[in-house]
């Protein structure tokens, strides 16, 4: 097997795609704070062939970890002895697998050892976009209050001095530098899976440096461009097994190997300070109504891998594909898509919610991908309000039929405990319930999910038809399981 790096790219296989340029001429103009797989199968993967036109060789990543760990401490090294380079291997449905290596990245820094170097490069006049993919909850945003929340303690300490420690730290760091220099802006690139990323990152930089100095706010906010967008491509997680699989099939030796499905999507705004690569000659979509866009992908694709991981985890499947060949669970998504959602749904002009429909399903059903539902589930308390709420509103306030919502969250309220309907257990991982929550879910209160800080603003527990779903699938799931509640509900 070969080792992955510069020097042997010549000598792997030839059905691996290599960079088709000379990445000894290309710059760094996009520094990127979060290099998790999404990101390297997504953006990455778009930047690479942007590279491929000699006139964009100034958008090159300069990839940037911010969490001090030791994972990330061995990312960092394994980075640094590839030579910035990693593979990315996509399966198409048809179950044929396509391994490419990533050239996009040429340079990479763990911020807690380099933060000087790192504000030196977002500050170079090369440097024109940043771009960012730190998960929903990190924007810091308040759910309640909507506010960009200060007093988180990253935030606090950054606001504190040194300004280091968040992206939000650097990002207004390197703005003050370059006002102060008169280098002029960039463009703040949201590629996160939140509705109006752009305007969510703009919230958080211009509350960050509020905090700071005013005047600098306001610049920001009239310079810096935040183009909003709608980002899509399945990327599992890898976990060693993985990993040793797809070197062995790849022929080469990648301490960091990423996979995908072969769909992906990237629709954005045309707003970039500073310009911008070549997108739209890479099937990026450049369009101004990324809205529309955002809510069919989340009331769609990512509704529905919510609503296929609860049940499904309960059910006994741990693998998505696997959850979709049982013919219930699938039924229960297209049901949920056809009643519950499209009819209350506008999609993007000139796209077809049926068209979508049925690819989202496919893309869920492909069998080479294993996407992992426990990666899916991961982060329900934060995610199901965002996925969710808009049709559960819009189905309570036309007195439709609540019944599919009700049993997905009793679904996600037995899930928390960690047990399937067999009694295998699994990880549950929640970070999103505070302490107050727990202890209310610890509770007799039979409600007690409801009330709870995420779910409480949806008046579930007021609306008497939607807690008596709710009870009825509770009692259900605790009397005969997820399974049979689940075949109650389709009969
Ligand atoms: C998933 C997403 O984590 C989740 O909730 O639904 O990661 C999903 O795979 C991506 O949004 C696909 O683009």
């Avoid at 990533?102 to 030196?120: F, K, Q, S, T, W």
């Avoid at 995610?383 to 049709?391: D, E, N």
Wanted: a negative charge; hydrophobic letters at 40%.
């Amino acid at each position: 097997m070969n080792r992955l790096s510069q020097t042997t790219l010549d000598r792997l296989g030839e059905s691996i795609e290599l960079p088709p340029y000379d990445r000894a001429l290309v710059d760094v103009g996009i520094v990127h704070f979060g290099v998790g797989n999404f990101h390297r199968v997504h953006q990455a993967v778009y930047i690479d062939r942007c590279l491929r036109d000699p006139q964009a060789r100034g958008w090159g990543i300069c990839g940037v970890e911010l969490i001090d760990s030791e994972a990330n401490r061995a990312k960092a090294d394994a980075y640094l002895a590839q030579d910035r380079l990693f593979t990315v291997t996509e399966f198409a449905p048809d179950g044929s697998a396509v391994t490419h290596v990533i050239g996009a990245m040429v340079d990479y820094r763990h911020a807690p050892a380099d933060a000087e170097a790192v504000l030196a490069i977002m500050v170079s006049p090369q440097t024109r976009i940043i771009s960012l993919t730190i998960t929903e909850g990190g924007y810091n945003i308040d759910e309640t209050t909507g506010a960009f929340d200060l007093t988180s303690p990253a935030v606090a300490q950054d606001l504190a001095g040194g300004a280091t420690s968040t992206a939000f730290g650097f990002i207004v760091e390197a703005l003050r530098r370059r006002r102060a220099s008169g280098t002029g802006p960039f463009t703040v690139m949201s590629c996160d899976n939140l509705r109006h990323n752009g305007d969510t990152a703009r919230l958080a930089v211009v509350s960050f440096a509020k905090a700071l100095d005013d005047e600098l706010a306001a610049w920001i906010d009239t310079t810096v461009t935040f183009p909003n967008s709608m980002v899509d491509r399945i990327a599992p997680q890898v976990p060693a097994a993985m990993r040793d699989e797809l070197n062995r099939r790849s022929g080469i030796e990648d301490a960091v190997p990423a996979m995908s499905e072969s769909f992906m999507q990237w629709v954005i705004e045309d707003r970039f300070a500073a310009g911008r690569p070549p997108l739209d000659t890479v099937g990026v979509e450049i369009r101004d109504d990324v809205v529309a866009f955002e809510f069919m992908k989340g009331r769609m694709l990512n509704a529905c891998h919510m609503l296929l991981s609860y049940p499904g985890l309960l059910c006994g499947y741990r693998i998505v594909h696997n959850a979709m060949g049982d013919d219930r669970l699938r039924r229960l998504l297209e049901t949920f898509l056809d009643r519950d959602v499209i009819p209350n749904l506008e999609g993007p002009q000139g796209v077809s919610l049926e068209a979508y429909k049925s690819a989202v399903l496919e893309r869920f059903a492909n069998p080479a991908v294993n996407d992992q539902l426990l990666r899916i589930a991961h982060d329900g308390a934060a995610k199901i309000p965002v996925f969710h709420s808009k049709t559960i509103e819009m189905l309570m306030s036309r007195d439709g039929d609540l019944r599919r919502e009700a049993y997905f969250l009793a679904c996600f309220e037995r899930y928390l405990r960690g047990r399937d309907d067999k009694g295998d257990s699994f990880p549950v991982n929640e970070p999103r319930l505070t302490p107050a929550d727990h202890a209310l879910l610890k509770s007799h209160d039979p409600l007690a999910l409801l009330r709870t800080s995420p779910f409480e603003k949806l008046g579930l527990a007021d609306h008497p038809e939607f807690v008596r779903l709710y009870s009825a699938a509770v009692g259900m799931i605790d009397a005969e399981g997820a399974s049979r509640a689940l075949d109650h509900l389709l009969a």
